[in-house]
T-cell receptor
Framework: DTAVSQTPKYLVTQMGNDKSIKCEQN?????MYWYKQDSKKFLKIMFS???????INETVPNRFSPKSPDKAHLNLHINSLELGDSAVYFC????????????FGQGTRLTVV | AQSVTQLGSHVSVSEGALVLLRCNYS??????LFWYVQYPNQGLQLLLK??????LVKGINGFEAEFKKSETSFHLTKPSAHMSDAAEYFC???????????FGKGTRLHILP
């Protein structure tokens, strides 16, 4: 049983397209995150949700829109994809707020061509 | 604001030798500190965490880290490196005020035969 699962694992798409990445956790956590890892392996938080409420939005372009239908799911929709969006996107979850350890999914490698 | 600095983007050690990966943090309040490991094409896995209990923290796979407040450090060590330890290692920080984990830039550990 995968604790934090993301789909798809790989995503190749053309510039200008719209795409979504889905994330689900079965750990009973109430906080979920999206992180972006660039080609130099640098990890940067994008969004954080607690019980479906947006807690953190780290100056991410508004082409990126997270949606949390319930506390076990956090999806990421990206409009008008750009070359610079190519990266690995990680979903994570944790129990409670205030920086308890996060459990990560396997990542979605997005390539924009 | 919190931050984490990992010294050395690449570290090479011989199999059987001591592993030492350095991490210094900045936080104005008592921090939570973490070490994560990322194997190629995989998500991040928690190695160990410090949450103000014992200053010497033992983790999985024989790794441990010592919290030194006076040095604002949380270095990761393993007495004897194994080939399977080759991976990217991330130090991370959070605290009671925050809803996110801040990651360092990572250190790639190479194990030489």
């Amino acid at each position: 049983d995968t604790a934090v699962s993301q789909t798809p694992k790989y995503l190749v798409t053309q510039m200008g397209n719209d795409k979504s990445i889905k994330c689900e956790q079965n750990l009973g956590h109430d906080t979920m995150y999206w992180y972006k890892q660039d080609s130099k392996k640098f990890l940067k938080i994008m969004f954080s949700y607690n019980n479906k409420e947006l807690i953190i939005n780290e100056t991410v372009p508004n082409r990126f829109s997270p949606k949390s239908p319930d506390k076990a799911h956090l999806n990421l929709h990206i409009n008008s994809l750009e070359l610079g969006d190519s990266a690995v996107y990680f979903c994570a979850s944790s129990f409670g707020r205030q920086g308890t350890e996060a459990f990560f999914g396997q990542g979605t490698r997005l390539t924009v061509v | 604001a919190q931050s984490v600095t990992q010294l050395g983007s690449h570290v090479s050690v011989s199999e059987g030798a001591l592993v030492l990966l350095r991490c210094n943090y900045s936080s104005s309040v008592p921090p939570y500190l973490f070490w994560y490991v990322q194997y190629p094409n995989q998500g991040l896995q928690l190695l160990l965490k410090y949450t103000s209990a014992a200053t010497l923290v033992k983790g999985i796979n024989g790794f441990e880290a010592e919290f030194k407040k006076s040095e604002t450090s949380f270095h990761l060590t393993k007495p004897s490196a194994h080939m399977s330890d080759a991976a990217e290692y991330f130090c991370a920080v959070s605290d009671l005020r925050d809803d996110k984990i801040i990651f360092g830039k990572g250190t790639r550990l190479h194990i030489l035969p």
